[in-house]
């Protein structure tokens, strides 16, 4: 797993261990409010594996973070 580290951040790839707080996140209506409609738990899952495919592919895509 790729990542990145300053000295206050963690950077790194996302995760399928990353679904449930993700999730959190995603599928919230508050937070989603300019999307079509909160995600659903699939669609959360699938949007971390177009990530993870995409850093195969590609060498990238979307990344997260820790402090």
Do not use: A
């Amino acid at each position: 797993m790729n990542m990145i580290e300053t000295k206050r951040l963690y950077l790194r790839e996302l995760s399928i261990e990353d679904l449930d707080d993700l999730s959190e996140i995603l599928m919230d209506s508050e937070t989603m409010q300019y999307y079509p409609q909160p995600f659903s738990k699939e669609k959360v899952k699938g949007w971390i594996q177009w990530n993870m495919e995409s850093y195969h592919h590609h060498g990238h895509g979307l990344w997260g973070g820790c402090t």
